[in-house]
C-alpha cells in the first residue's frame, strides 16, 4: 500500500476515467462530484479520514462512477487493484465489508434521490444543517453551532442548488431569528429544529 498527498482543490481523479486503485483518507477531506453540461457541481458526499472510495471501478471494471477532489489538503493510502483482489482471495471477509459498505452508499444515494426528487431547496438546506450540527453540543439555550460548515457555494453543490439561492434562504432565516451568528459562527435555534426536523416546512428563498 502506497501514500499520496493532496492539495485542496485537486482533482484526484475525473469521471469515466479507468479505475486502477482503491483510496482511503487518511489525513484531510475529499468530495465525490458531478458536473452538468453548464458546469454547475452536484457533491454527492464528502469523505473524511478512515473512509474508503474508489472501489466501484475496481469491483466492476468500468469506468469511475464520478470524480473526486481534495476539499482540503492530506494525504491518501493507495490500494493498487490487484492487492485489493489478492486480500478478498485470502480473506473472504474482506469480500463482505466491501458488500456491506456498498449497500449502506446505495442507502445513502437513494436518500439523496428522494431529497433532489421530493423535497424542496429550503427543506434540503434546512436538513444538510441539521446534519452538520448532529456532533454539536447545544449551549444552555439551546443554541446549536455549525463551526465547520462549509461555504454558501458548496452547500448549494451538495444540495443541487446555486449559491445565491442558499444566501437569500439564510438571509430569511436571519430575519425570521431562527438561525444566528455568534463569533463569526452559524447557530441554529431551538426553533428552527422545531420548524425544520419533521421535513415538512417550506418557504419561498
Known sequence: MGTRPIKKDQLI???QEEGRNLFIVAKGRVKVHLHDDAGRELILVVFGPGDLFGEMALLDD??????????ESGHLLVLPRSALEDGIRKHPDLGLCLLTML???????????????????????????ILHGDDQIPDERGYVPLPSLPAQASLAARIGSSRETVSRTMAT????????????VICLTPAFYQRFEGGEETQDP
Do not use: C, H
Open 13 to 15: 481523479f475525473e469521471k
Open 103 to 129: 449497500s449502506e452508499r446505495i442507502r445513502d444515494s437513494n436518500e439523496i434521490i428522494f431529497d433532489l426528487a421530493m423535497r424542496d431547496v429550503v427543506q434540503r438546506l434546512a436538513r444538510l444543517l
Open 173 to 184: 432565516w436571519r430575519r425570521q431569528g431562527i438561525i444566528l451568528t455568534q463569533d463569526r
Open 62 to 71: 468500468r469506468g469511475r462512477s464520478a470524480a473526486v477532489s481534495a476539499v
